[in-house]
């Protein structure tokens, strides 16, 4: 199975940007769906965006449509997430997932879907 590690989060002032990366090992990233998701403090985890297996298709959530791009690299085995024009909404625990595809431009945007997950990384966004 895969394994997903997490890194880029850290402490940005609002208005300010940052890259998430997501590293994968134990199998090529090329065979699954890749998603994005975050929990906030105090809340439920939720999708952030998504991006088909050959990274042709990509779907994000409203809130986050037009300041963030989900991206992947299939020969370095990793996918980015490019966060811009930050806010105090976006301060969560960002995780990277996985699910192994399917034919076609295939994606999900519900958690339960992903059955691979990496340990998370820290988003702190200041006003």
């Known amino acids: 199975q895969v394994q997903l590690v997490e890194s880029g989060g850290g402490l940005v002032q609002a208005g300010g940007s940052l890259r998430l990366s997501c590293a994968a090992s134990?199998?090529?990233?090329?065979?699954?769906?890749m998603g994005w998701f975050r929990q906030a403090p105090g809340k439920e985890r939720e999708f952030v965006a998504t991006?088909?297996?050959?990274?042709?298709?990509?779907y994000y959530s409203d809130s986050v449509k037009g300041r963030f791009t989900i991206s992947r690299d299939n020969a370095k085995n990793a996918v980015y997430l490019q966060m811009n024009s930050l806010n105090s909404e976006d301060t969560a625990v960002y995780y990277c997932?996985?699910?192994?595809?399917?034919?076609?431009?295939?994606?999900?945007?519900?958690?339960?879907?992903?059955?691979?997950w990496g340990q998370g990384t820290q988003v702190t966004v200041s006003s």
């Open positions: 134990g199998r090529a990233v090329s065979n699954y769906c």
């Open positions: 997932a996985a699910l192994p595809a399917r034919p076609g431009n295939y994606y999900a945007t519900s958690q339960s879907d992903y059955p691979y």
């Open positions: 991006i088909t297996r050959s990274g042709i298709i990509t």
